[in-house]
């Protein structure tokens, strides 16, 4: 019998009591030190590269997640290498 760990690196990045964060399910999550359960959600979207139609089961995950020096800006990427910048508002 074999057993495979398949566990892929997320990012995390804190910034003024946010907590940024990826996930192995191709989402950032971004919680407050104030709240128990995520303040925010983000899921990446992917496209087949044959057909160009969205497709929500693809096996990619976030890879990395930073905070854009001290603003509300988030810069997130996922392991097909698409890159996403998002701001709270």
């Given at each position: 019998m074999y057993f495979a760990w398949?566990?892929?690196?997320?990012?995390?990045s804190i910034f003024d009591g946010y907590i940024a964060?990826?996930?192995e399910t191709n989402e950032v999550f971004v919680y407050h030190k104030a709240?128990?359960?995520p303040v925010l959600s983000f899921k990446f979207g992917d496209t087949d590269?044959?057909?160009?139609?969205?497709?929500?089961?693809?096996?990619?995950?976030?890879?990395?997640?930073?905070w854009?020096?001290?603003s509300s800006t988030l810069v997130a990427a996922n392991s097909s290498g698409?890159?996403?910048v998002m701001e709270m508002v």
């Open positions: 398949l566990q892929n690196f997320v990012g995390l964060t990826g996930s709240f128990p359960m590269p044959l057909s160009g139609h969205e497709v929500d089961d693809a096996p990619q995950f976030i890879s990395s997640v930073c854009r020096g001290q698409t890159i996403k």
